[in-house]
């Protein structure tokens, strides 16, 4: 079987590092927060270990894995919502590849807990997070929050033209995530659509 191993994603600051084993090859996503991660954080540890395995989607250009192994543990609920999300988020990814559409990726974790993780009885500030990715939808988001009387601060991945544009009609500082995506990730296998918002939102 295809299996890819997903090692304890490490961090310091606001730098994360997610690292994949394939075959005894390594591969590399780095991440840069807009903030610093809190050490000792329960809650930072659970969204990173999110982070690592969401972005495991944009290695599948090497091998349409059959598992995926974490070294860190996940709770039932946690496999199967990240299980659906492959599944059928990369259901057109399949069928373009030619890969069977009824194909299914399992997830096993290091130990496996039906403990809830409880990161919806977190408090964080009441405010709100409005994604710019540098087109229409954003700016209607904008106006219409606006209109609302909703707070919000701009969110995004990356840095564009057309992002800055938007941040500065708006008058907004933007809080930026950055990607620095494994490079032998590209001209490999297979290529197609992958479910990039769930990557977003998890961002």
Request: hydrophobic content about 40%; overall charge positive; some cysteine.
């Amino acid at each position: 079987k295809m299996r890819l191993i997903i090692k304890n994603p490490t961090f310091k600051d606001s730098s994360i590092t997610a690292l994949y084993d394939y075959n005894g090859n390594i591969y590399k996503h780095e991440f840069i927060a807009p903030v610093k991660i809190p050490k000792n954080d329960g809650i930072a540890t659970i969204l990173i270990n999110w982070l690592a395995v969401i972005h495991s989607i944009y290695l599948f250009s090497i091998e349409y894995f059959d598992e995926i192994e974490t070294d860190f543990s996940l709770t039932t609920d946690e496999i199967l919502f990240f299980e659906k999300i492959i599944f059928h988020g990369m259901a057109e990814f399949r069928y373009v590849n030619k890969i069977k559409i009824d194909k299914k990726t399992k997830i096993i974790s290091a130990a496996t807990t039906s403990t809830p993780c409880n990161i919806s009885s977190h408090q964080y500030n009441n405010g709100a997070l409005l994604l710019n990715g540098g087109g229409k939808d954003g700016l209607t988001s904008a106006i219409l929050m606006n209109k609302a009387g909703i707070e919000y601060d701009l969110f995004q991945i990356g840095t564009g033209v057309s992002q800055s544009r938007v941040s500065k009609a708006l008058n907004k500082i933007p809080y930026i995530f950055k990607r620095i995506m494994e490079p032998q990730r590209y001209n490999q296998k297979y290529n197609g659509h992958r479910p990039t918002s769930a990557a977003i939102a998890i961002s």
